[in-house]
C-alpha cells in the first residue's frame, strides 16, 4: 500500500499529502471564492499566519495572488521599498527599517506577518524570484 513502508515514515507522506491538500483548500477559497485572508482563517479554523504560510508554499508552486485584493496598496508599495532599501529579503531588516524613528513602546512600524505577506505578494507575482536568498 505504502511500498512496504511502515510507522512514523508511512504516516510522514500521509501528512505531506494532508498538507497539501489543506493548501490548495486556502488558496481555492483566496483565489475562487475571492476571500480574504482573515475569511479564510475564520472558515478553516486557522491563523491568519498560516493562512500566509500556505500562500508561501502555493506561490512556490507557481500560483499567484491578488496583491491589490489581500493588501492595501499603500502599506504593499511601502513594504516593497523597505525590502528595496534592506538589500535583503529578510523579514527582520524590514521591520527595523519601519520603525525607524519611532520610540521603543510607540505603536506603528510594519509588523513581521505584513512584511512576510508582502514579500509572498511579491514572489507570486515574479516581482522577486524564489531563488533570491535571506528567508527569515
Same mark, same amino acid.
Given at each position: 500500500?505504502?511500498?512496504?513502508?511502515?510507522?512514523?515514515?508511512?504516516?510522514?507522506?500521509?501528512?505531506?499529502?494532508?498538507?497539501?491538500?489543506?493548501?490548495?483548500?486556502?488558496?481555492?477559497?483566496?483565489?475562487?471564492?475571492?476571500?480574504?485572508?482573515?475569511?479564510?482563517?475564520?472558515?478553516?479554523?486557522?491563523?491568519?499566519?498560516?493562512?500566509?504560510?500556505?500562500?508561501?508554499? %502555493?506561490?512556490? &508552486? +507557481?500560483?499567484?495572488? =491578488?496583491?491589490?485584493?489581500?493588501? #492595501?496598496? /499603500?502599506?504593499?508599495?511601502?513594504? $516593497?521599498?523597505?525590502?528595496?532599501?534592506?538589500?535583503?529579503?529578510?523579514?527582520?531588516?524590514?521591520?527595523? %527599517?519601519?520603525? &525607524? +524613528?519611532?520610540?521603543? =513602546?510607540?505603536?506603528?512600524?510594519? #509588523?513581521? /506577518?505584513?512584511?512576510?505577506?508582502? $514579500?509572498?505578494?511579491?514572489?507570486?507575482?515574479?516581482?522577486?524570484?524564489?531563488?533570491?536568498?535571506?528567508?527569515?
Amino acid at each position: 500500500l505504502n511500498g512496504g513502508r511502515r510507522g512514523k515514515e508511512a504516516q510522514g507522506d500521509l501528512d505531506g499529502a494532508k498538507r497539501g491538500d489543506s493548501w490548495r483548500e486556502t488558496g481555492r477559497l483566496l483565489n475562487e471564492e475571492m476571500l480574504g485572508i482573515q475569511a479564510v482563517a475564520e472558515a478553516r479554523g486557522l491563523k491568519e499566519s498560516t493562512i500566509v504560510t500556505h500562500m508561501e508554499q %502555493l506561490a512556490q &508552486e +507557481g500560483v499567484a495572488f =491578488d496583491a491589490e485584493r489581500l493588501m #492595501s496598496r /499603500e502599506l504593499y508599495a511601502q513594504i $516593497r521599498e523597505f525590502f528595496r532599501l534592506s538589500g535583503s529579503w529578510q523579514l527582520g531588516p524590514v521591520v527595523t %527599517l519601519s520603525r &525607524e +524613528g519611532l520610540e521603543p =513602546d510607540e505603536a506603528g512600524g510594519v #509588523s513581521y /506577518e505584513e512584511a512576510k505577506l508582502a $514579500r509572498v505578494l511579491l514572489r507570486s507575482n515574479g516581482i522577486v524570484p524564489w531563488s533570491v536568498g535571506g528567508e527569515d
